[in-house]
């Protein structure tokens, strides 16, 4: 027993010294000396990705093409409809009416429905809110009593100082009641009105509405004029703004035809100190030409505001234009008739192409139509006002 463990751990040696002497064969050659060290040849070079940005349409894949034949416009300027009613009216407000759950049954006639809502969203200066109420059983006109009514400051973390009393008082169909800003000139930001009516002896129902307030003394600035000229194949509107506070600032116009129809919509936004200076908004030339509508044109809805960064409201009103501007009869054929192609659309293009040569499927678009969807201003990374 122990004579085979010794001839079994000479012939494990034996191997382990045979294993040895092949790898270090191996490593010296046949002839015994070192080998010659391996050489690795260099890959072959390619010639660099030509950009998309200096790449013909035609020669780009489908995907891409396709990607861009759909984003025609700049973020900041882009074709305007009659179905664009929030920017064709950026301070209405869109309640209607809603039915109270308990009167809804299988009798129609029975059911009661409300609405509460004020003459606009947002108000700068002491400018009275004039809020209404109306009920309707049956879609006729109900007999009501309004129990509770009032208005409180809302700051980040709820209800600011006591709640103000609202009086309303019957007018035609509705209850109407006002609310004086300048009593709350100390507040900027949201006010919540509140209202609690009786609709049938016992039962009643209540509900809420919330404004924006931005008194004079937080005003950050004025729009104070507007001219136009046409600039590298763009309209573009210069609108003349005194700056109180500086500050980072945006500012929005709608641009119609001399019928009134609705045909483009232009934003700007950056830094700006506090002084006079001239905002170009600038009507990328292809909106113009794919509306088909030449000047002149009436600028309307001209508006601002100043972004509060971390703040409570995140917004300071500027006051709205007064009036409307009208430029020059400028002919179409002077506005050019080229796609906008921005940094944007040139990364998300390149990083599409990176895709298509690593081998992944990509969705290719569908055919762009005649006319381009329009699409809202851009406005991201801006937090809405709650």
Not at 284 to 307: C, E, H, M, N, S
Request: hydrophobic residues 40%; glycine residues 10%; proline residues 11%.
């Amino acid at each position: 027993m122990q004579a085979g463990r010794r001839r079994a751990a000479v012939a494990l040696g034996a191997g382990l010294v045979s294993l040895g002497l092949y790898v270090l064969l191996r490593m010296l050659g046949s002839d015994g000396a070192p080998p010659e060290p391996a050489v690795t040849p260099a890959p072959a070079q390619e010639s660099p990705r030509r950009p998309v940005a200096e790449t013909p349409p035609a020669e780009l894949p489908e995907p891409i093409r396709r990607f861009l034949e759909a984003t025609p416009y700049p973020p900041s300027s882009g074709r305007l409809t009659r179905a664009h009613e929030d920017l064709l009216r950026p301070n209405a407000r869109y309640e209607r009416h809603r039915p109270i759950p308990d009167t809804l049954g299988d009798d129609p006639a029975g059911a009661v429905t409300w609405l509460f809502t004020a003459d606009q969203w947002a108000y700068v200066g002491p400018t009275p809110v004039r809020a209404w109420l109306e009920v309707r059983r049956g879609g006729r006109p109900a007999s009501i009593r309004v129990v509770a009514a009032s208005a409180v400051r809302e700051g980040a973390d709820g209800p600011v100082g006591n709640p103000e009393p609202l009086r309303f008082v019957p007018d035609g169909e509705r209850w109407v009641t006002e609310l004086s800003l300048a009593d709350m000139a100390d507040h900027s930001g949201p006010i919540v009105l509140d209202v609690r009516f009786e609709y049938e002896p016992g039962r009643f129902h209540e509900d809420r509405l919330r404004i924006l307030s931005t008194p004079a003394s937080r005003v950050p600035g004025r729009i104070v004029e507007m001219s136009d000229r046409v600039s590298g194949g763009n309209l573009v509107l210069d609108l003349g703004v005194e700056v109180d506070v500086s500050g980072f600032f945006r500012f929005d116009a709608n641009v119609l035809g001399a019928s009134g129809q609705p045909v483009a919509f232009v934003a700007w936004k950056g830094d700006l100190a506090k002084g006079t200076h001239q905002i170009p908004l600038e009507v990328w030339g292809k909106v113009l030409r794919d509306a088909g509508v030449p000047g002149p044109y009436t600028v309307q809805q001209i508006r601002g505001y100043r972004f509060v960064d971390g703040g409570y409201p995140d917004r300071e009103l500027l006051p709205d234009a007064t009036g409307t501007h009208t430029t020059a009869p400028w002919p179409l054929d002077l506005f050019n008739d080229f796609p906008h192609v921005g940094e944007d659309e040139i990364r998300t293009a390149e990083l599409m192409l990176d895709d298509i040569e690593q081998g992944r499927a990509l969705v290719t678009p569908p055919v762009a139509s005649g006319s381009v969807e329009p699409r809202p201003p851009d406005d991201d990374a801006e937090p809405a006002v709650r």
